[in-house]
């Protein structure tokens, strides 16, 4: 038999200066459930015959977890700013700065000399083409080579990915399907190594706990110990 649900939205609870929205769904459950999705909405589903007060006491002794998840899902926003491809302009590569500098050639090529990222171009408005794809070009021989030990140390989980790809994802550094494959977003070869081996970990822990659950916070801390540092450093170089 399908279950039977009744959904109360908007609810909210106070925790310390900090407000947590969250939306409410009875059903014939036995226990009541708490999920943080990657959008940062909190779900609380119980069973039918909870009270709402039981649900906000249920909540409050979880607020520390919640807002520990909501952070998860901030760290995977890019917010790299517009580049507008023209000579003097800044640009990152694995953390560093590297000041563009194009000229006219007819071999076209992108390359790092010193503190340059050197572009040559048979028109000027190729500049963002090619860097792109220089960034892409990059990224897809960086992340292989980053996360290759990584995967190594995750086989005495027993787990190993399916496969690593690239996609642009407006909204996210990183996930992993049911099936196993981690999706980077190629946007993360402008952060340092860390940064990079810190989302490539995340989805792997992936592979073990599928949600973001006290199991899978423990796991990411035993398997990088610092991930908080490059967390943050994620979200201040790139934002």
Known sequence: MPELSTIHYPLSIKFGSKQIDFRLEYSNRKSLGITVTPEMEVLVKAPVDTSIEKVKE???????WIIKQQSFFLSFQPKTPARKFISG????YLGRQYRLHIQIGK?????????????????KKRAKQLVNEWYLQNAKAKFHSIA??????FRKHKVEPSSIVLRD?????????PKGKIILNPELIKAPKGCIEYVI????????HHDHTKKFIDLQTKEMPDWEKWKMKLEKLLA
């Open 58 to 64: 249920k909540l409050l002794g979880k607020a520390p």
């Open 169 to 177: 994802m407006p909204t996210r550094w990183g996930s992993c399907t």
């Open 89 to 92: 302009e800044t640009h990152l």
């Open 107 to 123: 071999i076209e090529s992108v390359k790092l000399k010193g503190k340059f990222l050197e572009v040559t171009a048979t028109d």
């Open 148 to 153: 290759k030990p990584l995967i190594e140390k």
């Open 201 to 208: 970990i995340h989805e792997l822990c992936h592979l073990i």
